[in-house]
Each structure stands twice: as C-alpha cells, then as structure tokens.
C-alpha cells in the first residue's frame, strides 16, 4: 500500500517574498505584513489567485513582499486598477494596499466610487496620520495642530475620518483594527476576505520616524482596556478592564454614552448590542473617541449587498468569451447594405 | 477645381433631369430642428441609390441652445456623386434653412449662384430679430446672387399633419420630413427606405409616424407639382463605381468600436473598454456598450485618469485594455500611460481629438494633440502612435492598434478627430473570416519564467496573467531589474531598460508597412504629406492636379511612432515637402527634426476642415501655376 503523504498547509512563510523588506526598523508595516501572510495561511489561499494592488507610499510597497501576483501603481488610483482585474477576472482576490494620503487626499474620488460601486475587493487603509515617503508632512487624517514640516506651527485643517468617508460613500463592509494587535487584525482581516463587495479596514499603523506613539492614547497597554472596544456583532458592547464598561444610548438622545456595570443601576441589560447591519449605529461608534468614548474595532458594518462584478455578469447579460466570426461578420452587416456589383 | 455647379434646367415640361457628377448639400436648422436625423436619413438613401458620398454633422456644443438665435444652429453637409468622393465638399451647391438663423449662419458657405431653400413661414418679425436681421432677408434683395426657393413649410406640414389628428406641435415638427420629401424629389430619391425607417422610429407612436410620412409624401408631391412651372429643379446623380462588394455607411465611431471588437476577436481576447464621457469621444463608449452580449466589458469611470488604469488593470489580467477620450482627457492620462510603459502591458487609447487648448470647441475638429501623444508624459516613455485618416479607415487602424499593443505589450496611441468620428462614409464590409489573426500565448510554464524575460525579436515581455500557478510575480512603476522585475535602483540597469524601451518601436517599425505613395510619382517636385483626416481633401486636391498634368505626390500617414523607415529617404526624392495639418505645425516639426528635410507647414486651426481649394492653392503657389 502506497503511503500517501498528507499535502503540507501553507504557512505565513509560504507568502513571504525573498526580497528584502524595506520600512524602517519597528514600523507598524511589518505587524500588519506578518498578519496578512498568517491570515492567507490560515484560509489555504491560493497565491496564483490572490492579487494585492497599491498606489504610492510607504504601505504601498506591500505587494513586493507578498508571494502572490502584485502591482505596484501610480499614486491613489489603486482601487481603479484593481476594479480593472476584477471585473476582467471575477475569480481572482484582489487586495488593495494603501495609505492615508494614496486614499484619502490624491486618491480619494476612487475611494469613493470603489465603495459606491462595492467592487469585490478588500481595502486595506493603513493610517498613520502622516505622509512618510515624502518625509513627514502633514495628511488628510492628521490632527488639526499636527506639526510637521508644511504645518510648523501646527496644521490648522480638521481631519477626515476614514472610517466615516468609507461609510459616507455606501461602503457595505466597514472594519478598523491596530497593526500590533496581532490576533484581532487577523480575525478582521479573514471577515473581510470572506464577505462579497468591496471590504474596508482601516488599520492604526504606527510611523516610528515621523509621528511615533500618535495612537498611543488608545494603543499602548495601560490604557488600552479603558479606550478600546472590540466589536462582536449580537454582543453586548462591553469594555474596561475585566469588562466593567459598557456602551448605552443617551435616554431620548441618538447619542452613545460609557457606563460602568453596577453603577446607578445599570446592568449588562441596558448596554447597547451590536448589530453589524445597522448602518446609523456604524455611524455612531465610528464617530466614537476617545479619552470620552472608547475607540470602536472590529467590524463596524457589515451588510452584503450585490457587488459590481457579479452586477455586470449577471445581470447585463455579458458573457466572457469573445465573440466568433460569424456573429461580427452579422454585427457589421446590420442595418442598412447595397450590393455593388461587378 | 472641377466642382461641379447646379446649372438652372430648361423651364419646359420637359422630365429629363439634369445630371451632375457631384452635388453639395447643406441642411442647417435650429438644435430642435431635427437637422442631424435630416441629414442622416438623406446619406442613408443616398448610399442606396449607390452613390459615393461623405458627411459632415456641425452641430453646436450647447445641447439645446435658445431656440431661434444663431448659435443653435445645426447643419448637416452631405458631399455625394457619380465619382469617388473624399471630403463633405467645399461649398454647398444647395443651402437648406429653416429658420432665419440658419440662413444668416451658414448663408456665407453657399456657392455663388447655388440654391437656397428657405422656410418663408419661420421668418416672422421676432424669429428675424432673434436672428439679428435688420430688414427680411427674403424681401430686400440680399439674395438676389443666389437661387432662392421660399416655401411656407411650416403652413404646408401643417395642412397636411394636423388633419390626421396631430397636435399643432407635433404636426410642426414633421417640417423637417416635409422638407426631406422635397429633396428627395430634386434628386430622384426612393421614400420607401425613409417610411420603413419612420414606422420603426415611431413604433411606439403610429400617429407621428404616419404624421412624418404624410409630410415626407407632401413635400415630395409638392416638388412634383412644382416642376410643372419649373420653379423646383430635378437633377440625377448616377451611381458611382465603387469596387464590387457589399457596402454599408459608417461613422468613424462605429469603424473605431468594430474594429477595436474584431481586433479582440482575432487576439483571441476578451475586450474591455473603459471610459469617461466627453466630447466628440463618447459615441464610441456607446457604440461598444451596446455590445455586450458579444463579450465586450464596458465600464463608465469615475473620471479619465480611473478609465485608463481600470483599462490597465484589465490587461493586467488578461483582456485587451482600452480607454478613449479626447485631447483634455489624454492629458489626464499621461500618468497612467507611463505606468503602462513601464508595466510593459498591451493598452489602447483612443483620442477623439478636438479643438484646444483646455476646453475649446468641444464639437469642432482639429489634429493638435500629435505631440501630446507621442511625447505627453514624463520620463522617456515611449509608445505607438496610429492615425485613422477616415471614417471607414478607423476599423483597419483599430485592429493595428490591437495586433501591436498586444505583440509587443506596449500601449498604443491611436488618434482620431471630431471630423473622422461623426462624419460618414460608404464602406465595403469586410469578411472577418478573411483577416489574419495574430492570437495571444499568455505565459503558462513556470520553467525558466522571468517576468522581464524578453522575446528576442519583439523585445516583448511574457504575459503572465493572475491565476497562472507558478508564475506568481510583482511588477510596478519602479524601474525594475531587466530579467526579475524586482525593484532596481542600478545606473546600468536603468540605462539598459531606457534603451530597451526605446528598441521596441524600432523592431515595431519593422514590422509595419513600408511607406508608399498614394498617388502620384515617387519622385520629383512636391510632396503632400499628410495624417489623419487631411487624407480627404488632399487626396481630392492631388488626384485633380495629377490628371492636370502637374508634378505633386500625395503620402499619407497611418504611422506616427515609429514612422515606417523608408519614410525619410522617400521624402528626401522631392524637392518639396509640404505638410498640411489642422493644427500650428507638429508633425512638420517632426519630420523636420528626424529626417533633415525641408519640409513646409500649411497650417490651419479654425475647428473646420481644409477645404479642397485650400490645400490646392498651397500646392500652386508652390509648383507655379
């Protein structure tokens, strides 16, 4: 009897590249790489059919990294590339990498229509509030007062929220999660494969060079238990150290408030629970910060809806294969012909 | 110049109508007039009665401006004859106008002593003074040069509609079709294709159909009647002799869509097209949309720059990219070109050109995007450049285009304009059956698979699309080493990669035609070079000087980048080279920098063709007439 090897499961390391990565030493870029390659082990991806697309930044050099198919593009216009692959190869997972500035400042109408359109993609937004190829100015997610080299008194513009702009603009599946918390980013990462349309997440990425411990308010451990919430759709919001806090709303007021369990009365009962469909409360966790409110994580919003590219096969009746030579010969003599005889 | 002029017929009974070698015709009306659907039904009948024939549709950019006022007023040339035609003509033997706008428009065009047809019922006190008359032109002997025809048509359609039971405002709208009828019956015209054509138009309402045919009818019987006084001249025009085969019209925007279909389909590719709307570009987004159900992917981008890198990303994985747009939007594009340069990925792009510079003059032609399509964008990043030098033409460019950007994974350029886009001519339909494919191999065996790795005589990359096992690769718009595609920032490699780059339109120029003479000898005193839609009058101009007797060549364009290599030793065989272009003087700039030849510009940026005389009286003035 033969003895039939089991076929090995792929590791991270299987999605790993040989070239040399290139961020600088403890960027959050390597957490949140480690990440997808573990992720992509643990559902058994095939690399033949997974592509990962970027734009310009240092997140966008992520494709070299990946042993997959990966295209390297021009600044902000990797959601347009990779809807181009998409609706050419409706099989393949496409990812796309980018950043605050590639996203939301050069980039940001296809952000928009890449969402409004819920292309089957996932969207990897890593924000560290700060252009850092460019050398640390200052970027569209960055907080008024941030001082950088074009703000050196401080930046006096208001920031925008890219989790609110994804579910401004009809995203169907939004999610945020931290470069260093290893488990949960993974946990997000594989929601966002699994879920039809275009996927969002954005991910707290911390830039050690130009503006280091910029999340810390919320990241660091001693503080994390009180100003972080992980999400768990059907779950009661919970939070706080051994989970004595908890999430209500306003008694007569569309406003979310943090309570402590067992203070004036109030019980696990009375806490707000998470219904990921919900597109109003998306928007009030996704408006939640901190030291006030605990910062939202996890998946914000998740309500498929038909994706482009099933819309454009299914539904307009085109088909995939070229046409043969008989139906252009009839195309090209529809309407109205003569004959010139000899 | 042999024109041909509208001679006056005897004033007898006679019914022998007068022939003509060739006949102008200008509708022009107001935006609601109906003037574009006039003049496209008049080709249609013309192209069955077998004549040879080329339109031109001028038409505003305002899409429904003020009515009455002169710059909403639209027109429709129509050139057609017993021998070859090759421009929408220079003048207009017969003047069509509906309003009193119309004619102080377009009146200036007509040939001395030409035809004009008025509406007498839309000139009124407030229409004439909408139209910055002073006095009727019908009454105060303006037009005493001319051979005016006033009919009320208004009151005439009306009298014939309403009775069927057609409101006062349809029945008014049918004037058009009443006046068609009339010019059906000056040039002996079958109405039956036109009534087939209006109750399938109508379908939905018999009432306006039978309203229109009614009034196609009327003005037709009305011509009739009319000859009896001999105040409505008839004329023939006989068939031309085209070449055996069967002949269909079209516009530049359908040859360039079913081109770029049959392109695809000899690739053995799936096409997908995508694009954002603009002017004079957008016909060909609606001609490929409707061809879904043949496997063509249309997409509607958010903007330019999202429709060529969708394109890219499409090639990317394995169909045939292409995106259009005219001069505004390649501008956008150059970016994402030079991504697809780098990439190495077979691409289209379609510019419709149009008159510049930002916005311009959305619906009128020109030819001033060259330079911008063969050096708009940043870095040394060469590609191909085509151009279509006609409407029928497009088809066969767009398939070169296809069979390039995909044998040697570069992107291709190819340049139409407003003119070639909408104007339309007859053309024998090919037999796709009959046309070479040149079938794509994407890359499958992972053994010895270097994505930079390249064929040794096109230079051409592998194209290894997403979803082949084994060949999982990166690539991207930083230079990359020569054979990996891994980031390289090497000075050796860089300057190996530019020049590699560079090569690839050299070994693409040997694998395009040589360049030849349209007519004319392949020598001697002067020669006509043109690209584009110049090909019309220039060939009409040099055929007419040829059989005059005098010394002039006509070449003609279709390759821009790389030019065919015989081109600089053949231009070196004239003692003259004269380029007339619809812009300030690009490719005579070009052709003086790579071939040292003393080529002259005749140089014209008006929104409007050359005329047949223009390019004449340039030729003249040059060999001494």
């Not at chain 2, 229409?127 to 009151?155: T, V, W």
């Not at chain 2, 009534?195 to 196609?216: E, H, T, Y």
């Not at chain 2, 364009?557 to 004239?574: A, D, F, I, M, V």
């Not at chain 2, 005749?602 to 390019?615: D, H, R, T, V, Y």
């Amino acid at each position: 009897m033969n003895v039939v090897s089991p076929i090995k499961p792929r590791t991270a390391k299987d999605f790993a590249t040989d070239q040399e990565v290139r961020w600088c030493p403890g960027c959050g870029d390597y957490a949140i790489l480690k990440a997808v390659q573990k992720m992509l082990a643990d559902v058994d991806a095939d690399p033949a059919a997974t592509v990962f697309v970027s734009g310009i930044g240092c997140s966008s050099r992520f494709p070299y990294y990946m042993a997959t198919y990966g295209f390297h593009t021009i600044h902000g216009r990797a959601p347009t590339v990779a809807t181009g692959v998409k609706l050419v190869n409706p099989e393949l997972d496409v990812w796309v990498v980018t950043g605050d500035g590639d996203a939301l400042s050069i980039g940001g109408n296809h952000l928009l229509h890449v969402l409004r359109r819920n292309v089957d993609l996932q969207i990897l937004l890593f924000n560290n509030e700060i252009y850092g190829l460019t050398k640390g100015q200052y970027s569209p997610t960055s907080r008024t007062g941030t001082r950088s080299p074009t703000s050196p008194t401080g930046s006096v513009e208001r920031p925008v929220s890219p989790i609110g702009f994804a579910l401004g603009a009809g995203g169907r599946f939004v999610a945020r999660s931290i470069d260093t918390m290893q488990k949960h980013l993974v946990d997000v990462l594989k929601q966002a494969r699994a879920h039809r349309g275009a996927s969002f997440v954005e991910i707290f990425q911390n830039c050690i060079v130009y503006n280091d411990a910029v999340f810390a308010g919320f990241t660091e451990r001693d503080v994390a238990d009180a100003n972080q919430i992980l999400l768990q759709d059907g779950k009661p919001m919970i939070f706080g150290a051994k989970g004595s806090r908890g999430l209500r709303l306003v008694p007569g007021k569309l406003e979310i408030e943090a309570v402590t369990i067992g203070e004036n009365g109030v019980s696990v009962a009375d806490l707000l629970v998470h219904d990921a469909t919900n597109r109003p409360l998306a928007g009030l966790l996704a408006a939640m910060q901190p030291p006030a409110l605990p910062m939202a994580l996890g998946v914000l919003y998740c309500d498929p809806a038909m994706a482009l590219g099933s819309a454009v096969h299914a539904g307009l009746g085109e088909r995939q294969a070229p046409p043969s030579a008989d139906e252009l010969n009839a195309l090209l003599r529809r309407g109205d012909t003569w004959t010139v005889s000899a | 110049m042999r024109t041909s002029t509208l001679p006056t017929p005897e004033a007898s009974l006679s019914d022998a109508r007068q022939p003509l070698e060739s006949v102008v015709v200008r509708f022009a009306g107001d935006s609601g007039d109906g003037i574009q659907l006039t003049g496209n039904r008049f080709a249609a009948v013309t192209a069955l009665a077998g004549n040879d024939l080329t339109t031109f549709p001028d038409f505003p950019a305002e899409i429904r401006a003020p009515v009455g006022t002169t710059y909403g007023v639209s027109a429709f040339q129509i050139n057609f004859g017993a021998r070859a035609v090759k421009t929408s003509g220079d003048a207009p033997d017969v003047l069509v106008a509906l309003n009193p706008a119309a004619l102080k428009v377009e009146l200036g065009r007509l040939k001395p002593g030409g035809i004009v047809i008025v509406d007498s019922g839309a000139f009124n006190e407030r229409s004439l003074r909408k139209a910055g008359y002073a006095a009727d032109p019908l009454n105060d002997g303006s037009l005493a040069s001319y051979r005016l025809i006033a009919i009320d048509i208004s009151k005439m359609t009306l009298e014939t509609v309403k009775p069927l039971g057609v409101s006062q405002h349809d029945a008014l709208r049918c004037k058009n079709i009443w006046t068609l009828g009339l010019v059906y019956w000056m040039f002996g015209r079958d109405r039956k294709p036109t009534a087939d054509w209006l109750k399938k138009r109508f379908a939905d309402s018999p009432l306006i159909a039978s309203g229109n045919i009614a009034a196609l009818d009327a003005g037709h019987a009305f011509g009739e009647t009319a000859e009896l006084s001999g105040d409505i001249p008839g004329y023939s025009v006989a068939p031309a002799s085209l070449d055996p085969g069967l002949y269909r019209t079209i516009t530049g925007g359908e040859a360039l869509a079913w081109g770029l279909v049959a392109g695809a389909h000899l690739a053995g590719l799936k096409l997908f097209f995508a694009s954002y709307p603009i002017t004079p570009a957008s016909p060909l987004l609606h001609a490929l949309t409707s061809l879904r159900r043949l496997g063509v992917s249309t997409f509607q981008a958010e903007d330019e720059i999202a429709a060529v890198c969708a394109a890219i990303g499409a090639s990317y994985a394995g169909a045939m990219g292409v995106t259009s747009s005219s001069g505004p939007g390649l501008a956008l594009k150059g970016e994402a070109l030079g991504l697809a340069v780098a990439a190495e990925l077979p691409l289209v792009v379609v510019n419709t050109q149009r008159a510049g510079p930002s916005t311009g003059l959305p619906t009128k032609t020109e030819q001033s995007d060259l330079m911008q399509a063969l050096f708009g964008r940043h870095g040394e990043s060469p590609l191909a450049v085509l151009a279509a030098s006609g409407s029928s033409d497009c088809f066969e460019t767009a398939i070169e285009a296809v069979r390039i950007a995909t044998r040697y994974m570069i992107p291709v350029i190819v340049l139409s304009d407003g003119y070639i886009a909408n104007a339309a001519q007859p053309w024998r339909v090919p037999d796709i059956t009959a046309l070479s494919p040149f079938p794509v191999e994407f890359r499958t065996d992972p053994k010895g698979f270097a994505p930079y790795a390249r064929d040794a005589a096109t230079l051409a990359r592998p194209w290894a699309i997403p979803g082949t096992p084994g060949l999982e690769h990166r690539i991207g718009g930083l230079e990359k080493d020569q054979l990996t595609g891994a980031i390289s920032y090497d000075p050796a490699n860089h300057q190996q990669m530019s020049d590699t780059r560079a090569e690839k339109l050299d070994r693409i120029a040997l694998d395009i035609p040589l360049q030849t003479v349209e007519t004319g000898r392949g020598e001697g005193r002067l020669a006509v070079v043109g690209w584009g839609s110049t090909h019309g009058p220039i060939s009409r101009a040099v055929v007419s000087l040829v059989e005059r007797g005098y010394d002039v060549a006509h070449i003609h364009l279709r390759h821009l980048s790389p030019l065919p290599p015989n081109l600089g030793e053949l231009l070196r065989r004239y003692e003259t080279v004269l380029v007339p272009e619809m812009n300030k003087g690009q490719l005579v700039q070009l052709l003086r920098a790579q071939y040292l030849v003393p080529a002259e510009g005749l140089n014209k940026i008006s929104g409007q063709p050359f005329k047949i005389a223009e390019i004449e009286a340039a030729i003249l003035a040059r060999l001494g007439s």
